[in-house]
């Protein structure tokens, strides 16, 4: 079974400081790691997804996320926060080989302080 | 282009009622997938379709419930007898094929409220 933890319901941070989502998984394999955002009453887009290679990963937004074999990890991150930022964030895991759908968190809430 | 849509975006309906819920998928997408989102809680896969191999039903949580997919485009997943339980966002996604690594792209969801 595969399954993705993301211990914090909610982060906060200022306008201008770094901010970080964290994500850890477990999964048969090797993963597929991909992070989604949701702003109010929309549906989830895509940010950005690691498959293989390089263990850092940018993707939209000026988002990036590393991935972390040994911690099993990938912290979602963003050098300088936005208030546009502010949304809900999930993790989602995939095996390489096995059923197809995306497992995934339970979300983290962002929220950017002006 | 054109992304997912479904509709209708909200549905109401009395418990015991059916209900049909509709997914338009991104054109040229083999890979479809539903999911459930309940209120404060993450996404629930429901199931996934793969061009013309049969369905993965192993996220359904009830016999209620069944879907769809027809010509290998639009998708239809009906819950049958409604349950207060069953209120939720039903998200459907589409990837370009569901075998590889291709990200999904997500509809805007249908928010379904059982009185």
């Known amino acids: 079974a595969q399954s993705v933890a993301q211990p914090e319901d909610q982060v906060n941070v200022a306008e201008g400081n770094p901010l970080t989502v964290k994500c850890t998984y477990s999964v048969s394999g090797n993963p597929y790691l991909f992070w989604y955002v949701q702003y109010p009453n929309r549906g989830l887009q895509f940010l950005l997804k690691y498959i293989t290679g390089d263990n850092l990963v940018k993707g939209s937004y000026g988002f990036e996320a590393e991935f972390n074999k040994s911690q099993t990890s990938f912290h979602l991150k963003k050098p300088s926060a936005l208030v546009s930022d502010s949304a809900l964030y999930f993790c989602?895991?995939?095996?390489?080989?096995?059923?197809?759908?995306?497992?995934f968190g339970s979300g983290t809430r962002l929220q950017v302080q002006p | 282009g054109a992304g997912v849509s479904q509709s209708p975006s909200n549905k109401v309906t009395e418990k015991g009622k059916d209900v049909e819920l509709r997914c338009d998928p991104i054109?040229?997408?083999?890979?479809l997938y539903w999911y459930r989102q309940s209120l404060g809680q993450g996404l629930e896969f429901l199931i996934y379709?793969?061009?013309?191999?049969?369905?993965?039903k192993s996220g359904l949580p009830s016999d209620r419930f069944s879907a769809e997919r027809t010509g290998g485009s639009v998708s239809t997943l009906t819950i049958q007898r409604t349950q207060q339980e069953d209120s939720a966002v039903y998200l459907c996604a589409s990837s370009v094929s569901g075998t590889t690594n291709y990200e999904q792209y997500f509809g805007p969801g249908t928010r379904l409220t059982v009185t």
């Open positions: 379709f793969q061009g013309n191999s049969a369905p993965d």
């Open positions: 054109s040229g997408h083999t890979a």
């Open positions: 989602a895991v995939r095996a390489h080989t096995g059923r197809r759908a995306l497992t």
